[in-house]
């Protein structure tokens, strides 16, 4: 049985008028939440999935306030069993439901789960949100679930918000039995599990990509700063989890002494989709074009940063700069050898979620746009007059455009990884250096049409990749009044439309002042493009 879920549905007319019922139940004791659109709660959700069944079990582990309950209970042919360890159920018209039963019992408890084991094989789903949300509970219980054959499904709260929820639950599912429902669940992560291969949700097929990552120890390198020796690799590996569980194909390169950690963070179900490449980072060079390694560029950036000093961060060392354009490298070795045939590929960086988790929710929305050219976040606006004028640009680590992900096919994106290797010798040779990403301006300038853009800050890098979902006025003080003011029409219409797009399909809001401000550069900017 496959079930098509979508936003419509669960906001369909004939939804809601029993719904708006629940909404003045719950409200009655100050519970606002019911009253939230999905994506921001789960309420509309779980209420739907009860009208899937029919005269079936429903069981809901972790009460709380009854919310849950109360949304299981819409369709009244079915029997829901609410249980909690403690009491917090205070709307007398929730706990008197004619079909809801409450328990105070643990269900964790193994004398316990025993006694409602018939029950459990018996229900339909299960809805799981209890405390403390740091995933091993939800594991014991997925493996007891997997233990008594289950053939039922399971909808988790909290998949994504907590690191520990990520890291010792969702990651450890198998991804073929697991489905994120957060678009229309909660905003801080919905997922489902199921033991039933007849059972099946929607999902993006994003097979024919090709995702790179990887890390090196930069602590060990001659010019380590402070700053440097401050994210060790301990730090690091503890944030590689969620991209090292991607269930994409992946292609990591490491060097030798971190290969087994990183190897035994990998599920051992993603080994068909993973290909290690074990290298030293000195040993890197641009093949066909320069027969420097590294080791030899990082003493050339060195001179040129005492000859030119300009202000940078501490943290971005000659070896960090190297390290930002090691990408592009790995990513044309990738392309040529192409191991899992895929038509597109991808740069994630391999500490993702410091970013912020929402990228993880939206990483697979973004590849099933499949877009073909160089496609990356647009995140200030640096005009090309300043680009040209070199010895100013250098002077500040001007960086417009994000490179800790960006996207294209093989075509598209081997092509612009050869232009910023280009650009990054000749301006090394010139004297001038600081970041990969200062090399996406010139690179952009000189071939707009390989390029795709979408707009946000870092922590939206991949966050807004489709729509603007977080912080739209970003974008508009950022991208839209700079491009505009540097006489940019072209590109700040573009980035209007992107945005008054994601306002009017509800995906961001935006208050009054910011709304009128992208109407005015809209409009004004629409009005300048016909006089040209």
Known sequence: MHYNITPELINSTSFDAKFSDFIKLSLAHNNTEFNDVPGKEHYRLLSYISTLFNNSIIIDIGTHRGNSALALSYNDTNTVHSFDIVDNVVNNKIRSLSNVHFHIENLFNADVSKTWEETILRSAFIFLDIDQHNGIMEIDFYNYLKSINYQGFVICDDIWYFKEMRDNFWHKIPYEARYDLTDIGHCSGTGLFTFNNEISFNK?????????????????????????????????????????????????????????????????????K?????????????KNKDPRTFK?????????????????????????????????????????????????????NFCIERMGY????????????????????????????????????????????????????????????????????????QGYGHADEQLYSPVYFENPGLFEHYYGDYQQMITNYTFIYDAPEQPIQNFIARSYQNGNYVKCYEACKFVWKSYCLKKCTLNEQYLFSLYWYYMNCKKNLLEL
Request: with cysteine; proline share 3%; glycine share 2%.
């Open 296 to 348: 030899d560029y990082r003493d050339k950036i060195h001179e040129n940063r005492r000859e030119k000093p300009y202000n940078f961060d501490n943290r971005n060392t000659g070896s960090y700069y190297l390290f930002c354009m090691s990408r592009y490298i790995m990513l044309k070795d990738t392309i040529e050898k192409n191991p899992f045939n895929s038509t597109h590929f991808s740069w994630i």
């Open 358 to 429: 929402q990228n993880l929710i939206r990483l697979d929305e973004a590849l099933s746009v499949k877009r073909d050219k160089f496609s990356t976040c647009y995140i200030d606006y640096i005009p090309e007059g300043l680009v040209k004028n070199t010895a100013e640009y250098f002077q500040w680590g001007r960086c417009g455009m994000c490179s800790g992900f960006f996207t294209g096919n093989a075509e598209y994106m081997y092509k612009v990884c050869d232009l910023i290797e280009n650009k990054f010798l000749e301006y090394l040779d």
């Open 204 to 272: 993006h097929n994003n097979d024919n990509w090709t995702l790179v990552t990887a890390y090196f120890n930069l602590t060990k390198c001659p010019d380590a700063s402070d700053e440097i020796n401050k994210r060790d690799k301990n730090y690091y590996l503890q944030h590689s989890i969620s991209t090292l569980s991607l269930p994409y194909n992946l292609v990591i390169y490491c060097d030798s002494e971190s290969f087994d950690v990183i190897h035994s963070i990998r599920p051992a179900y993603l080994n068909e």
């Open 274 to 286: 993973t290909k290690y490449i074990i290298c030293e980072f000195d040993d890197f060079v641009f």
